[in-house]
């Protein structure tokens, strides 16, 4: 998959391309941003205690994720951030009552409560792993609103096996 985005990322910059200036140079792109709005051309770092995941779906009473382990793979030279990719087998993890989770909303990271308000944390990793509702219990709806970035994976804390901050992620 990454070689397939990097193939495209290179046929996009070519002289019909329109971000092209009269030379047929491409423009510079803007760089890649991470979850946590720093602007990065390189690869992320994992900073202790956090790992990625990537979330299949929430069931429950909206407190569980189930979710597999998920590796990045990046190359620095490409300028194109990480792909990441999930590994392992699913498991199914808590979300704490007082879990921060940052998403990835329109108009970049926002912070939101993990289970409390109109517009949770937790209501938007569901409705993005499951947008068509196939998961969802009864009585509950998937939020057409969400704007899903699409890749679902999320650099989270855990304790044990419960999450405690919970990050989307962008990827190539």
């Known amino acids: 998959m990454a070689v397939a985005s990097a193939a495209f990322s290179l046929a996009a910059c070519g002289p019909d391309d329109p971000a092209a200036d009269s030379t047929g140079s491409a423009a510079p792109k803007a760089p ?6 720093e602007d990065h051309n390189s690869c992320p770092t994992l900073a202790p205690g956090h790992s990625y995941i990537w979330v299949s779906n929430v069931e429950g009473a909206m407190n569980n994720v189930v979710a597999r382990e998920a590796k990045a ?3 620095p030279t490409m300028n194109e951030g990480a ?3 999930p590994v392992g087998t699913v498991k199914t993890y808590t979300l704490s009552l007082s879990a921060k989770i940052t998403i990835i909303g329109e108009k970049g990271p926002e912070t939101r ?3 409390q308000g109109p517009e949770t944390g937790i209501a938007h990793v569901k409705s993005c792993a499951d947008p068509d509702g196939d998961t969802w219990d009864g009585g509950q709806a998937a939020k057409s609103k969400e704007f899903c970035y699409g890749q679902n ?4 804390v855990l304790d044990g096996s419960t999450i405690t901050e919970m990050t989307e992620v962008y990827g190539s």
């Open 83 to 85: 792909a990441y990719h």
């Open 113 to 115: 409560g993990a289970t």
């Open 32 to 37: 890649k941003a991470t979850a946590a709005g």
């Open 153 to 156: 994976y999320y650099d989270v």
């Open 73 to 75: 793979a990046c190359d």
